[in-house]
């Protein structure tokens, strides 16, 4: 039986329908703050709707951290930024157990101090710049939204994300995040500069007496609705099938794997990137006003699903091949099964 593309019950498509108007809203109070980044704060709103976390490369000076505050304040979210920096320990971010004395007993009683991590949008600014072992300190949080601490373990306030920054310039006294923990990352998203136009808007807003203040649009308890209505988006079996094939063939160990891969590709994604392409492209369908997913929204997203969990070899490196020019080979030669919602 073909697949139609309004398979959405009523009531889900006017949930879908007011999930666009969230995020219509979310994305024009970011505007009046952050001038020009469109495609990055989309990316961030797919990444929150697919219940995802993102790490941010850029520069200095490209409104990175604003631009998370302004994402917290536009959905009335609790916000806290860590700067990681060498002497950052576990016990900063996770809050630790202290001694208090009961001034009604007088006794005197452990009792556990939040961390930072308590919160619904964290940045981790420069994470690159903190040892592994208080890296390592995200990873449960990230994955499980809670913090175990002395034996006790804590959950999180949900909806909550890790969105996490990495500067490419001055990599001199930095560690470099592990494959396994930048796996945990739904999206490696690439902040660029801004165009000339754009650069002069920025000039004339920071610079004069012009002030603009972000309104809350949404709610903590309306987005965990919304991150429910994008799992109901329906997903066409050729889309799928592009998917599998998609990520299977980055991996230079599969048996049907082209031969210039094995040359280019040290190691590819594993199960984790077809889940979260499949969860970015169905949030990026219902953006778009679409009750389906279609090719283009995966074929979009794989760039920032993938290029993380993509090692290129030294063969690819020294002949200056990037992991988006490898992902974009992959695509293009991966054969369409079917003609189907295109």
Known sequence: MPETPDSLPLDDRERA???????????????????????????????????????????????????????????????????????????????????????DTGHRDLVFEKGPIFTQMLLADEIN?????????????????????GGTTYRLQEPFFVLATQNPIEQEGTYPLPEAQRDR????????????????????????????????VVSGEEI????????LVPLPSHVK???????????PKDPATASWVRDMIDWGPGPRACQQLVLAAKARALLKGRHHVTLDDVQTLAFPVLRHRIVPTFNAEAEGVSVDELIQ??????????????
Request: aromatic share 4%.
């Open 17 to 103: 329908a007011r999930l666009v108007q969230v995020c219509d809203n979310i994305r024009h109070q970011v505007s009046q703050i952050v001038v020009g980044q469109e495609e990055v704060v989309e990316q961030l709103v797919i990444a929150i709707l697919a219940r995802g976390h993102c790490l941010l490369e850029g520069v200095p000076g490209l409104a990175k951290t604003l631009m998370v505050r302004s994402l917290a304040e536009s959905m009335n979210l609790s916000f806290h930024r860590i700067q990681f920096t060498p002497d950052l320990m576990p016990a900063d971010i996770t809050g630790t157990d202290i001694i208090q004395e009961n001034r």
């Open 129 to 149: 710049r903190t040892p592994p072992k208080t890296q390592a300190a995200l990873l449960e949080a990230m994955q499980e939204h809670e913090v175990t601490v």
């Open 224 to 231: 965990v609705a919304c991150q429910q209505t994008v799992r």
């Open 185 to 216: 990352f739904l999206f490696n998203v690439i902040v660029d500069y801004p165009n000339r136009d754009q650069e002069g808007e920025i000039i004339d807003r920071t610079t004069s007496t012009a002030s603009a203040k972000i309104e809350s």
């Open 329 to 342: 080979r992959l695509i293009k030669e991966i054969p369409v099964r079917s003609k189907q919602l295109l």
């Open 241 to 251: 099938d592009f998917v599998l094939d998609l990520v299977r063939s980055a991996r």
